[in-house]
């Protein structure tokens, strides 16, 4: 894509946060980026332009048909000073797999990529350095064209925009209660569940409440057919450490092909701890939390990390993992993790892409 980014300054920037407060997708930087795409001239107009509310005719079809999707990244000041992102190019890779289930328009990977990294440097002052915090980035489409026919939208609009975050769920490391959830579904094989798509989370919110009036911080999705085998939580992908293995439900089409689910089962193999892509049963977990050898349970996802589970209610029956403290393979997993994203350990894996060289 042969396409050079405009960029449009903005008067007076915003005052930033406190770092001790910045919760998760609170705070909005002064800048974003916009490309809008339709039929002649394909993705064009690539600019980095003020962060402020955007106007869209009220029959855009993204209102009525649902064609948006998302994604979502990091960017971390580095220990020497640099900030560096992680796999970005799996992200990238990702948005064009959810661009192709809803018919939107691929994007030049490399192209986005590039946008992103100048965004980031442009807005380098916000990349918060204390432990637990990054940048967090939001790149997203839909559809914005003025019709009311079911059909593929003729125009879109992409935009990456950046959030000075911490953690997820309030406290990085507390063990999360979760709830899994038997009357509603996420995703059917053949659905949209392996991408992302914002109908998912809309789908998902209402088991999300009752999840919460329960005293649940998020559900634990089981597979849409047969309510049997576990898929992924909320927000993230899900690990069962059992008998010293460690068990992660196989990719099969439902449940979403997470990057941090990806890196933990490289790190994994790299430390050689047993780790194996399954169909797992709820059965099968709660069987081995009789037989005591439900050893830890942890999501991992960009927004939460690793995030250590400590409680699972199945139909009633509620139990406790690990005495509800983080687990040793956890902590080390999320500690290896933060330490690659931070620079602070070497990268064997070559995840981390520098982007720029700044003041400490
Ligand atoms: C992420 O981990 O980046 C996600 O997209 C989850 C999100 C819905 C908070």
Redo the contacts with the bound molecule.
């Keep these: 894509m042969n396409q050079t980014i405009a960029f449009i300054q903005r008067e007076i920037l915003k005052e930033k946060p406190e770092q001790a407060s910045l919760g ?2 609170k705070y909005f930087t002064d800048y974003m980026f916009v490309m809008d795409y339709d039929v002649e001239k394909g993705w064009h107009d690539a600019r980095i332009t003020p962060y402020e509310p955007i106007t869209l005719d009220p029959s855009a079809m993204v209102f009525h048909y649902g064609q948006a999707i ?4 990091k960017a971390y000041k580095a220990a020497d000073g640099t900030i560096q992102m992680f796999r970005p190019e799996k992200n990238m890779k990702r948005l064009n797999d959810s661009c192709d289930r809803l018919c939107i328009p691929q994007i030049d990977e490399e192209f986005l990529l590039t946008a992103i990294k100048q965004l980031v440097l442009t807005e380098k002052d916000w990349v918060p350095n204390e432990e637990g915090t990054s940048l ?1 980035i939001r790149p997203f489409i839909f559809s914005t064209e003025p019709y009311l026919g079911v059909r593929p939208s003729h125009q879109y609009k992409l935009l990456v925009i950046l959030s000075p975050s911490g953690a ?1 769920y309030g406290d990085q490391l507390s063990p999360v209660k979760i709830y899994v959830e038997e009357q509603y579904v996420r995703a059917v094989i053949g659905g949209v569940g392996h991408v ?1 798509t914002a109908g998912n ?1 809309a789908a998902s919110l209402k088991a999300q409440e009752k999840a919460e009036s329960n005293g649940y911080a998020q559900i634990l999705w089981l597979d849409a057919k047969e309510n049997k085998y576990v898929e992924e939580v ?3 992908n899900i690990f069962f450490k059992i008998n010293g293995e460690v068990l992660t439900p196989k990719l099969n089409g439902s449940i979403l092909p ?1 990057v ?1 689910r990806d890196s933990v089962i490289e790190l994994l193999k790299y430390w050689n701890v047993p780790v194996r892509e399954a169909r797992i049963s709820i059965e099968e977990v709660y069987s081995a939390h009789e037989r005591g050898e439900l050893e830890e349970v942890f999501g991992a ?4 990390v690793i995030s250590p589970v400590g409680g699972l209610n199945w139909n009633g029956r509620a139990i406790t993992i690990n005495d509800n403290q983080i687990g040793k393979l956890s902590q080390r997993i999320y500690d290896e993790m933060i330490a690659i994203q931070l620079g602070k350990k070497a990268d064997p894996f070559n995840w981390t892409v520098k982007i720029a060289q700044v003041e400490v």
């Design positions: 998760f997708g998302f994604e979502g990244m967090y997820y992302k989370y909320g927000s993230m997470g941090t996802g960009t927004a939460a």
